[in-house]
């Protein structure tokens, strides 16, 4: 059986931060990457940030540089998505993913195995 699971999410004021946390078990612990999406109401999912365990590669999303920091090891520990600077656009439902791929992954499609998601709502 293969479990992700999403923590940390909230509603928060402009400007905040919150530190979002994904665990992984079953199968998924074997993944190569981790990516974080994100999914507003009636909007795409949206990729937000990943790394690549292998060598700690990061990749992230233009409007979210300089703001989120994805940090992990591997799948077996928690992988975390520090979200600072928080605006309204960030609000939505944010959910990780693994993936057997490595490298820069941005399609929802090159993922495995999703959680179901936390809520982020930013309010001013």
């Known amino acids: 059986q293969v479990q992700l699971v999403e923590s940390g999410g909230g509603t928060v004021q402009v400007g905040d931060s919150l530190r979002l946390s994904c665990v992984a078990s079953g199968r998924a612990l074997s993944a190569r990457t981790m990516g974080w999406f994100r999914q507003a109401p009636g909007k795409e999912r949206q990729f937000v940030a990943a790394i690549v365990f292998s060598d700690g590669s990061t990749y992230y999303e233009d409007s979210v540089k300089g703001r989120f920091t994805i940090s992990g090891d591997s799948a077996k520990k928690p992988v975390y998505l520090d979200v600072s600077s928080l605006n309204a656009e960030d609000t939505a439902v944010y959910y990780c993913?693994?993936?057997?791929?490595?490298?820069?992954?941005?399609?929802?499609?090159?993922?495995?195995?999703w959680g179901q998601g936390t809520q982020v709502t930013v309010s001013s």
């Open positions: 993913a693994t993936s057997y791929y490595s490298g820069s992954l941005y399609r929802v499609n090159e993922y495995h195995y």
